[in-house]
Structures are given as C-alpha cells and as structure tokens.
C-alpha cells in the first residue's frame, strides 16, 4: 500500500526537510533532491521503497486533483493544491528514497520576484519539529556568515530568519520551553532533555529580534533579484529553494 505524503506548507519547507531529515538507512545525510528533472513518468519506486537510479522526478495529480508537473516546472504554479514526487539520495550512502509530499497551499513561490515563503499560516510544520527548526537556522545563518557575495548573504539570512519563525510557532505563550509533543523523535527529546537553554523561547526571541523583519528583508531580496537580473552575465546562484532542493550552490 502507497504511504500517505506528507503535509508541507510550500516546495521550500519540502527543501529544508530534506535538510533537516536523516537518511532512513544510515541515519547519516544529507538528504538531497533534484535541482532539475525530466517530464515525468514511471513510478519512481525501486526496491524496499527506494527510487530507481533513472526513475525521474515527478509532481502527480493527487486528491485533490491538481494537474501534473515535473518538479523543474512547479515553482511557476504559485499557489493551489498539488502532490510532490522526488527522488533524495543520502550523501553519505547514496541510497535514494521515493518521497511523496502534498502541498495543500502550492508552492509558495511567487511568480513575479521569485520569493519562497516556508510557511505563511500560523500552523506550526508537520514535517520538521522545533529541533529541526533550530538546527535549520543555526546551519543556514552560518553559510550566510561565510557567503562572500553580500546579495546571496542576505537571501540567506531571510531563509534563516524563516526557520527562526517556524521554531517559534510551536511554543505557548506561557511557557519557556515547547511542549514535548514539538519534538518529533526521540532523539530530539533527548536533545531537550540534555540541552534545555537551546530551546529557550525567550533565547530564541532575542536572536530573533537581532534580525530585520521579514518584510524588509524580502524587499531587499526582491531588489537584488531584480539587480542580477538585468545584470550580464546570468547570476551564478540560483534562487534559493533550488539550491536546497538540489543540495547545491
């Protein structure tokens, strides 16, 4: 029987998943995905539930009954409900999984600048816990402390900031610490129970605070995309979710 996919907020919170998700088999990683894909067809299953090495990646019509795109075409959807079919491979055992993810709200990407939002509900994610948040901003605000091109810095400060905010829709308003059912595994609670000050809501807050709005940041971000795009020759990075999805710069 076909496992259920899983509830992701936007095509960015499905990149950083795959980020924040160790490998079933190794329990090492990262996970990655394709950057760039061929239209879709075949099942993209392969033995013990991993994808075949040419198995392509796909977007399939779920329930909902949103049409079919390869995963190369879905950022220009924007919004409306869609499945999501990729291939991700362990960076460190190389095995590939099949994974399956339904995205109630589309994409998230807006067509006109580009711009990925994670998650632009209340709703805390389902995918990745208060754990997986943290770590996802730590990482990310320490490849925007080493990116030498101050526009890419900055891009990758909104998405670090984003991730800062996902953590924090777990909490109560009330309590320091998130509840125990914010942790999703038992590593995870092992990492409250060991490390406590991580997960300071009012810690959180302060570094938080140390950041722009997102609303600042973005226009920043849109006024630089605009830059690079009439700039010769073609920018070297592409947009963010990208560069996630395909575990690369």
């Given at each position: 029987m076909a496992q259920d996919p899983l509830?992701?907020?936007?095509?960015a919170e499905v990149c950083l998943y795959l980020m924040a998700t160790p490998c079933p088999a190794c329990a090492q990683g990262p996970l990655t995905g394709p950057d760039r894909v061929e239209p879709a067809g075949g099942s993209g299953d392969g033995e013990d539930g991993a994808g075949g090495e040419?198995?392509?990646?796909?977007?399939?019509?779920?329930?909902?009954?949103?049409?079919?795109?390869?995963?190369?075409?879905?950022?220009?959807r924007g919004s409306g409900?869609?499945?999501?079919?990729?291939?991700?491979?362990c960076g460190t055992c190389k095995r590939t999984w099949s994974l399956r993810f339904r995205l109630p709200l589309g994409t998230g990407v807006d067509p006109a600048g580009g711009l990925a939002a994670v998650n632009s509900t209340a709703?805390?994610?389902?995918?990745?816990?208060?754990?997986?948040w943290v770590m996802l901003f730590r990482l990310i605000i320490d490849r925007a402390g080493r990116e030498p091109d101050k526009a890419a810095s900055r891009q990758l400060g909104l998405e670090a900031a984003q991730c800062l905010d996902e953590a924090l829709k777990f909490y109560d308003a009330d309590n320091d610490l998130p509840p125990i059912t914010s942790f999703f595994s038992d590593d995870a609670r092992r990492r409250l129970t060991e490390h406590p000050r991580d997960f300071s809501r009012q810690r959180l807050i302060q570094m938080r605070a140390r950041l722009p709005t997102l609303g600042a940041m973005r226009a920043r971000a849109l006024a630089?995309?605009?830059?690079?795009?009439?700039?010769?020759?073609?920018?070297?990075?592409?947009?963010?979710?990208?560069?996630?999805?395909?575990?690369?710069?």
């Amino acid at each position: 029987m076909a496992q259920d996919p899983l509830v992701a907020h936007s095509l960015a919170e499905v990149c950083l998943y795959l980020m924040a998700t160790p490998c079933p088999a190794c329990a090492q990683g990262p996970l990655t995905g394709p950057d760039r894909v061929e239209p879709a067809g075949g099942s993209g299953d392969g033995e013990d539930g991993a994808g075949g090495e040419d198995a392509p990646d796909r977007v399939g019509a779920g329930d909902d009954g949103a049409g079919e795109y390869t995963v190369s075409a879905v950022a220009g959807r924007g919004s409306g409900p869609l499945t999501v079919q990729l291939n991700a491979t362990c960076g460190t055992c190389k095995r590939t999984w099949s994974l399956r993810f339904r995205l109630p709200l589309g994409t998230g990407v807006d067509p006109a600048g580009g711009l990925a939002a994670v998650n632009s509900t209340a709703e805390p994610s389902r995918i990745i816990d208060v754990a997986g948040w943290v770590m996802l901003f730590r990482l990310i605000i320490d490849r925007a402390g080493r990116e030498p091109d101050k526009a890419a810095s900055r891009q990758l400060g909104l998405e670090a900031a984003q991730c800062l905010d996902e953590a924090l829709k777990f909490y109560d308003a009330d309590n320091d610490l998130p509840p125990i059912t914010s942790f999703f595994s038992d590593d995870a609670r092992r990492r409250l129970t060991e490390h406590p000050r991580d997960f300071s809501r009012q810690r959180l807050i302060q570094m938080r605070a140390r950041l722009p709005t997102l609303g600042a940041m973005r226009a920043r971000a849109l006024a630089d995309a605009t830059a690079r795009a009439a700039a010769s020759p073609p920018p070297r990075r592409s947009a963010w979710w990208k560069r996630l999805l395909g575990g690369g710069g």
